[in-house]
């Protein structure tokens, strides 16, 4: 028997970061939107833990212990007393490295397919738990839809959406360390005040009323300006998006995956084309949100 479990990326649409904490965590008030680009995570009892995967940029992919879903897998065999022998197999569609959570996604799909096929019946509360252990992102890919993170983006409060948006994502060259890009918002911020990271409230309304033109204003990410630091590359990609009709242009999370909110499907696949006729990105992706989080896609 095996269990496969769909994950949808994220973008998203508000990032405030604050000053790093004694820890050296920052805390965040992130506002995440689920898009429908999405992995596969299809789960075998095996002999013994192992990873495969293949799709784009699977060669970027972890396939030893490291591995987020390998975590997962090891995480929950722990606490249920149990060996974590299973083949995790990710048919990967999200981009590796992108700022969209590609790697959270299989954490939270790993978790959730293998609870299915060990039949654990662990509550989702401790599913949620052991998400936040593995990272600050797994959460909000265990819940999908929108939600407002805080404390490290792991503590979620669900939001209202009351229509769909419609975004372009142009994928770069090359990829970004969120680790490298934390550390150069903490230099680009020495010696300033940085206040504690809040949500917008227009932001939040325009989600809830489902208006993109009320939504585009108000998209906001504090991690952008140490993105565009280090990749400066990227702002010929925000100006061509810009150009093309996009409604806002911003960079995905910590990068580099640049992301256009558009009215309509006509509007993405025009965007979408002029972002591949620039030159300034290696390929476009066209999806919608909000999406369902992780899901049982097969048995």
């Known amino acids: 028997m095996s269990v496969t479990v769909r994950v949808p990326a994220k973008v998203n649409v508000q990032l405030a970061v604050g000053a ?34 293949d799709g784009p940029d699977a060669d970027q992919v972890p396939l030893d212990r490291t591995n987020l879903a390998a975590r997962a897998a090891q995480a929950l065999a722990e606490r249920y007393g149990r060996s974590p022998d299973v083949h995790l197999h990710i048919a990967k569609d999200i981009p590796v ?11 939270a799909g790993a978790l959730v397919a293998c609870d299915a096929l060990w039949q654990t019946g662990a509550p989702r509360d401790e599913l949620l738990e052991i998400c936040a252990e593995l990272g600050s992102d797994v959460p909000f890919s265990l819940v999908g839809g929108a939600a ?8 979620l409060t669900p ?41 917008s409230g227009e932001l939040l309304a325009a989600l809830a009323k489902g208006d993109p033109d009320a939504l585009a204003p108000a998209v906001s990410n504090d991690l952008q300006p140490a993105a565009l630091s280090l990749f400066p590359e990227l702002a010929a990609t925000l100006a061509a998006g810009r150009a093309a009709g996009a409604l806002t242009a911003l960079v995905s999370g910590s990068g580099p995956t640049t992301a256009f909110l558009v009215r309509d499907p006509e509007s993405a696949a025009a965007v979408a084309q002029a972002l591949l006729a620039s ?21």
């Not at 995570?41 to 192992?50: F, H, K, Q, S, W």
């Not at 490295?97 to 954490?107: K, T």
């Not at 229509?163 to 360390?177: D, E, I, K, N, Y």
């Not at 949100?289 to 899901?295: F, K, L």
């Open 97 to 107: 490295a992108g700022g969209m959570a590609g790697g959270s996604a299989d954490g």
């Open 20 to 53: 790093a904490r004694p820890d050296g965590f920052h805390p965040l008030a992130n506002v995440f939107l689920a898009v429908g680009l999405y992995d596969e995570i299809t789960v075998t009892p095996a002999d013994e833990l192992r990873v495969t995967c």
């Open 279 to 299: 030159g300034t990105c290696r390929t476009v992706r066209t999806a919608s949100g909000p999406a369902p989080g992780a899901t049982v896609a097969g048995r």
């Open 159 to 199: 939001l209202e959406v009351g229509g769909t948006f419609h975004w372009v994502f142009a994928m770069a060259r090359r990829g970004l360390s969120t680790p490298a890009v934390f550390r150069e918002f903490d230099r680009l911020g020495e010696g300033t005040d940085i206040p504690e990271p809040v949500a």
């Open 148 to 155: 407002l993170g805080i404390g490290r983006g792991e503590q």
